[in-house]
């Protein structure tokens, strides 16, 4: 599927530092995903997940180190010209404009790289049949369930057609069995040539079903990589958890 050392990251991290006035939030964090990739980047409440993805979108930059997109540096870009590059973005809190259809939101997401207006309603009942949000098209966003509103999210950052796509706790809140069915929409983005990097709070079952790799980080810095496996072994890994129960 993917042969990492074949190929050139389509993100990467390089000894990055971000700082919260005396807070350390993200530590000499390095790292890669290749195209094709499910990362997972796990780290208990406030280990600095979010942050990264605000890093790799340019919501906030580094102190230091260097963020690369396909070999490019990231520094001094704004975010829609990072989007423009091809990162696509969910939120930890979920925030679709309520007052617009399901439709329109996702159409809005395709406004990113057409004018056209059929050309984007096009691609968003497209993106709408993949996301299994078809049948709720004319609704308004604000009446959609939790679930209803990450994959709306999910659907929302496709239409702008990224070659990455970050998201950030999109389980969170879910029941298992509708975390079951995001997980299954995580391997059918990176079937659709999508790479992807989820950030969640545990090593859940269905994680470790579907990614590539994961990356473990604790107080901003990364203690672990590896597969699933790997990492829940880890003995680091199990005492940054130590007193909360990771769900294996
Ligand atoms: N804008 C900010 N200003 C100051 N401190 C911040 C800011 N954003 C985040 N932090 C702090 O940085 C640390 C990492 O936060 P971050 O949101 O990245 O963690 P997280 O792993 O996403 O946590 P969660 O599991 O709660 O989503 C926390 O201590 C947080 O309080
Ligand atoms: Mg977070």
Sequence with gaps: M????A????????????RFGGLLVTNDVSFAVYPGEI???IGPNGAGKTTLFNLATGFIAPDA??????GRSLRGLKPYQIARLGIGRTFQIVKPLANLTVLENVMLGAFAHTSAKAAARQEALEILEFTGLADRRDMLAGALTLAGRKRLEIARALATRPRLILLDEVVAGLTPTEAVE????????????????????????VVMEISHRVMVIHHGQKIAEGTPREVTSHPDVIAAYLGSQMEV
Excluded at 7 to 18: D, G, I, T, W
Excluded at 182 to 205: D, N
């Design 65 to 70: 180190g260097e963020i690369l997109f396909a």
């Design 2 to 5: 993917y042969a990492q050392e």
């Design 39 to 41: 990362l997972f980047i």
């Design 7 to 18: 190929q050139q990251p389509l993100l990467e991290f390089r000894n990055v530092q971000k």
């Design 182 to 205: 995001t997980m299954a929409l995580f391997k059918r983005l990176s079937e659709r040539g999508v790479t992807a990097i989820g950030g969640i709070e545990h090593v859940m079952r």
